[in-house]
């Protein structure tokens, strides 16, 4: 998302850096963001944002800046032509390794919407690795672009007709039967994998508590209204209902066939497709989190940032040296800008922040030491984040 049409915009800026957008202001004195986004001006109170964060991702591509913001790890190599999985393991599957892999209800703590792919499917990032299958992420699956009518259940949460919950128990009593029976010594370096999905499988079956926190059947209408009649509105409810059910890390994937890679047509994507969806989302759920008494997790939004000289295709092409993002709850500060871009949004000006400082950010009110070391399967020690410090400015 471009920051300069977002969060970070230049009115005093000459036409091909400035664009046409306006900015507007907020109920935070001085700050002011773009103009389509009305509803967040009108909660800065309850977010921070970053105006200068920064990763060293030297190819300026998606896939290694997906790669970066996924795992916490640099990765060149990253590409849908090239290296499509992750090297390290994600970020989900690392706070799913460190808090536990499912809540009280059977639920994944990793949760991906709609699904752990991303560049249209045609990469994944999110994998864990040597942190075992357990740790993995959960597929929402498709998301209604719709706030009324009746919503289909994920695929794999309900049994099949002719199946009752007696008859899956006695199932897996079976198999549990025949595993005692297997003695081979490499029973258990094969089938710790399969066997932490079939886990996982039968938890989220038997459990009602899993069925009912991706039911958006179970809001009032006025409530997915709100959220808005979209793909992006109504995922944004499910992981307020997922984090409300005790899962800890949701990763929502908004954007569908690089609908936010603005190369061309920058100005009236955002304007008609991009930015009234993301508005209505975002600052739903931080009224709603602030409502409800849960404004105590993480949200935040960027890849990378966009260039600040509008291209000949009336687009913003890509930009990992600079960029913005929010950053709200989780026992952080509100109504905080923390940093600052020079006149043209091209160069840092004021407290740079390296992307690893958000993650240490998030890990440290999570409960994590940014430090942890994580166990490799040849026994190696390996850090879970590179060497970083939270954002002390932030920190409440």
Known sequence: MSQL????????????????????????AVFRIGEHMPRLARKTALYNVVRSVTMDNTRRDHSPGLHWLSTAYDHQAAGVSLEKVNRSPSVGA????????????????????PNA???GNRVRYTGALHLGAACDAFDAGPIPATATGKDRLPQGLTLPADIAPARLRQRRLLLAAFAERDSSPHREATNNDFGAFQVKSHEILASRGVRYAFDLNQEPPHVREMYGASAMGQGTLLARRLVEAGVSYVLANHSEKHSWDTHNDNFN???????????????????????????DEVL???????????????????????????????????GRVLGS????????????????????????????????????????????MPEAKPLHELLA
């Open 341 to 384: 871009s020079s006149r043209h949004s091209g160069t840092l000006l004021e407290r740079p922040v390296h992307h690893h400082e958000i993650l240490a950010t998030i890990n440290h009110q999570l409960g994590i030491d940014p430090n942890q070391m994580v166990r490799h399967r040849r026994d190696r020690p390996v850090r879970i």
């Open 94 to 113: 690392v706070l799913a390794h460190q808090l536990g892999t499912t809540t009280a209800d059977g639920l994944s703590n990793f949760v991906a919407i």
């Open 117 to 119: 792919r991303q560049l």
């Open 300 to 334: 935040v939004l960027g890849e990378m940032g966009r260039t600040p000289r509008i291209n000949k295709h009336r687009g913003r092409d890509h930009w990992p040296d600079l960029f913005s993002l929010l950053i709200a709850g989780g026992g952080l500060t509100r």
């Open 5 to 28: 049409e977002s969060w970070d915009p230049k009115p005093a800026g000459s036409a091909e850096i400035r664009g046409i957008f306006k900015s507007i202001a907020t109920t935070q």
């Open 269 to 295: 994507k955002l304007t008609n497709t991009l930015l009234p969806p993301m508005d209505q989302a975002v600052s739903a759920l931080l009224g709603d989190l602030q409502q409800r008494g849960m404004l």
